[in-house]
């Protein structure tokens, strides 16, 4: 990684935990967010991985519209910092997902992802 990607990530993970923080507190099982990126291909390349507890925790959340507004959090602090994301570069998952099909590793869960 160049010295210019190291002081975006840090930008990106300073944003991105301000906003995990607020929603900690507003969201009954959601429990921590991640990016992943490949800086060759940036900004087109990032993706935010919000993750809660259980699927029918983010089924409510899902069904009551929580992540538009989720969506629009991210994207406006990721904005504050001249970084432009769509809704597609947003997704959600759960730690029983991982659970089952992982077996909890997460590393194993994210390689499938392209960035």
């Not at 406006?76 to 570069?89: E, F, P, R, T, V």
Request: glycine share 4%; net charge neutral.
């Amino acid at each position: 990684m160049r010295k210019t990607d190291k002081k975006i990530d840090k930008q990106i993970c300073d944003v991105l935990t301000e906003v995990c923080e607020v929603a900690l507190t507003k969201n009954s099982g959601f429990k921590w967010l991640t990016h992943l990126v490949n800086y060759s291909s940036f900004p087109r390349s990032l993706k935010v991985i919000c993750i809660f507890d259980t699927n029918e925790n983010l089924k409510t959340f899902t069904t009551n519209n929580g992540h538009l507004e989720f969506n629009a959090a991210i994207q406006k602090a990721l904005a504050g910092i001249g970084i432009s994301i769509n809704n597609d570069q947003v997704s959600y998952d759960t730690e029983e997902n991982c659970d089952k099909a992982n077996s909890g590793k997460w590393a194993a869960r994210f390689a499938n992802i392209t960035v």
